[in-house]
Every structure is written in C-alpha cells, then in structure tokens.
C-alpha cells in the first residue's frame, strides 16, 4: 500500500491517496490516539471516488471518529473500461430513461462488474487493517449489490448500511438471505433508478433480525442530510 | 384543569394527574425555567394513557426538554365503556386473532372513537396551552387515526409521529392527503394487527413532502429502544 499523497483538513482529519497495485483508494482518518473503527464506503459502480457527495459523506463519518476508505474497483469510477463496458454503461442508461426493461442489461454487465470488484475490496480490507491507526470492527456504506456480496465472504464485515436497492443482480438477490449483520436500508421513496417495490423485496429478504428501514420523499439524490447523522449513530451502536 | 396529584421523579421531572371535566389526564413537564414545547402523546385506543409502555415513552422524552400530556379520551382507555363498545372490542379481538377480515367491526367501531377522541384531545391542547410552563410549538405522537385526524384539523400540531398504521378508518385514509406537517412513520415489520401494505399505502398518502418511514423487524410491541431517540431527533428538528 503506497501513500500517494496527503492533506490535513481543517477540521484536523488527514486525507490520504494510495495505490494497492492497480487499485487506487482514498483513506481519510481522524485526528485520535487510538486506532479507529474502518467503514468501507463503496458509490455505486459508475462514479469516481472522488465524487462530491461520497467525499462529504466519507469525511463527516471520519470526523465521527471513523477511518473510511474508499476504492475504485476494476471498471469502476475513474478505471479504465472497456469498449464492452462503455457500451454496456450507455445500453443501461438509455434503456432505464426510455423506461424501458433493464434486467437483461442489467444482469450481464452488473453481474460481472460486483464479482470482479469483490476481490479488490477485500485486498484493500487486509491492507487497511494492517494499519496502526484503524483497529476492527468494520462496517459497509453504500452500494447495495457490492455490500451484500462483501458481508456474505467476509466475516471481517460487522455492520452495513446499503443505499438504493432497487436494481441487484439475481445472484446478491439470491444471497440477501445470507446476510446476518447488522442491516441499515436507505430507500427514497421515488428514486428514478430504483424501483421501489422491489427494494422493499430486498429489505425483507435479508436473512437478519436487526435489519431498520429508512425511507424519505425523493429521487435518488434528495436523501435528506439527517440520515447522515442516523447512519452515524447506527455505526456507533455496532461498531464502537 | 384540575391537577389532582403530582409527584416528581428522580430525574427532576414533574409527573402531574389532572382533570379537564371527564377527561382524565397526565403531564409530564421538565425542571426547566423557559416554556417547553408541548408533545400530546397518545395510546391506541384500547390502552390506557397509565400503561407502562406509554409512561415510558413519555419520561423519555420529557427527559429531553418537552412537555408531554396524555389523556383517556371517551371510550378510550381507563373511560367507561358501552356494553355495544364492550362487544365491539371483544369481537375486533376475536376476528383479528382469527385471521378474519375485520374492516366492517373496525369501521364501525373505531370510526366513531375517533370522531369522539378529537374534540376531547383539542379541549386539552386549549387547557395544556394556556399554563405559563407550556410553550409552543405542538408536536404528536402515536395512534395514527387520531394524529391524522388531529393533524387535520388541528393548525398548532406541526410535527407528527405516527405508529402501526395498518388499520385505519377509511375517514382517515381518505384525509391523510391533507395532512402536510412532517411526519416519522413508524412501522413494525411483521406487525400481527397492522397490514404492512396498507401500513405502507397509508405512508405513501400523506400529502407531507417531509415523511420519513422507519420500519423495523418484529411484532407490534417489538419496536427497538434506539427508535425512541431517532423520535426524539425528529422532534427536536421540528418544534426546537
């Protein structure tokens, strides 16, 4: 693991670039003696790491006392992709505001896309938690399919909150069930992307007892800034 | 109003009985100097505003700086009760416990306890309003019939948590587009006598664009403890 670069914030939480062979990841900590629980915070597949939003949430939870880390996985964010995936990409986005059935494209570019980026994650895991300042336990944020995926091969996962489950790949479908951690589910209730019926499908599938659902007005955008905070606190009930 | 008892708890909370004519009630005040916002907080009908549950509840979150009050409306609570109510009741029980479809026992029962509820809880929130120790602005929680009903009609509700809307007279249903103050729905999961998709149809109605859904798993009486604190939350957002 190789730091790249690093920046300390005004709020005192150090912002670190490194590369882990192909995969580039951005590590942010908080100022504290004591070796910090590790949230992985994963975007959906199609934005860069460096994404605005990920960025503001990554460092409001860092600053809860959190080490979060985010990667950008093969053929996800700002990795190369191939002229397959590119057209894939396009077909998805034009097929879903056309309206028109997406499960097709869906499944075989998705499908592939959680698989190969499983691995990374994992790799960055160990290399992460072979740092001084993060300590266990760790928890999940953000991309539903990946998330079901990681909390079912890796007991290193404690606690996972998904966002926007409406779209996930028959397989993670499958083993939703699987999942026995902690479970925060984050839906709104309009969400252009994802169908609301089938991500109440998901949160009732999950194989969990301590499964919460939160629910807002909106598109997939709008989530208010309060659930931030919920999250936060659902971190804080399992991970500290 | 009468205060009939009073008593105060070891927190510093002042726990006081009163009357209003027939209508019995509670109020929880905070040892505060400045006028706390006011919570009317309300059972389901067939519990009384002393059922522990409910006490706890409203300790809780007079505990945070508000002014909580609970009455037994007619036919509600520790009220005296028809022999037609009696049987109401009994036949409501039954047919739930059976699996029979209870809508016409629950229209024309609940239907009209409601109608009757209302003017009391307005009579109260007239008298709560005018102590030198209750400020405004007014928040409800719970029994959801009421609370649309209330918040309806009632312009000084501005916030409302509500609980187990699965069954809900249709009057109520058909008015929920009209409530417009923001809302923390609050849902169990596998309620035993509240529908989940009619609990989740009725979150859909609500003309509020600032609704919030929680749904956790387990039973009607199963809600998790951390649930209580994120209500707390969403009150201080809207009445501090």
Not at 209 to 224: D, I, S, Y
Request: charged content about 25%.
């Amino acid at each position: 693991m190789d730091f790249t670069s690093e920046r300390r914030l005004d709020d005192g939480l150090l912002e670190r670039e490194f590369t882990l062979g192909e995969i580039p990841g951005t590590l942010w900590t908080p100022e504290s003696a004591a070796a910090a629980p590790l949230i992985l915070m994963a975007h959906n597949n199609g934005l860069p790491k460096g994404e605005p939003r990920l960025v503001a949430r990554a460092r409001h939870t860092a600053a809860q006392g959190y080490a979060v880390a985010s990667i950008d996985a093969a053929g996800c964010g700002d990795r190369p992709r191939s002229a397959a995936d590119q057209q894939a990409r396009a077909d998805l986005r034009r097929a879903m505001q056309a309206g028109e059935p997406v499960d097709g494209i869906f499944e075989s570019f998705i499908g592939p896309l959680v698989e190969k980026a499983v691995p990374e994650w994992r790799t960055a895991l160990d290399a992460l938690l072979a740092l001084p300042e993060i300590g266990g336990p760790v928890g999940y944020s953000g991309w539903t399919a990946l998330g079901i995926r990681l909390a079912v091969a890796e007991p290193r996962i404690a606690a996972a909150g998904f966002f926007a489950g409406g779209y996930v790949p028959r397989a993670q479908r499958e083993e939703a069930r699987q999942v026995t951690v902690p479970l925060l589910f984050l839906l709104q209730w309009d969400d252009e992307g994802n169908p609301r019926q089938r991500a109440l499908e998901l949160f009732d599938a999950f194989g969990t007892k301590e499964k919460t659902l939160h629910a807002n007005m909106g598109g997939h955008v709008g989530t208010p800034w309060f659930e931030l905070e919920d999250g936060g606190r659902f971190y804080d009930r399992h991970l500290k």
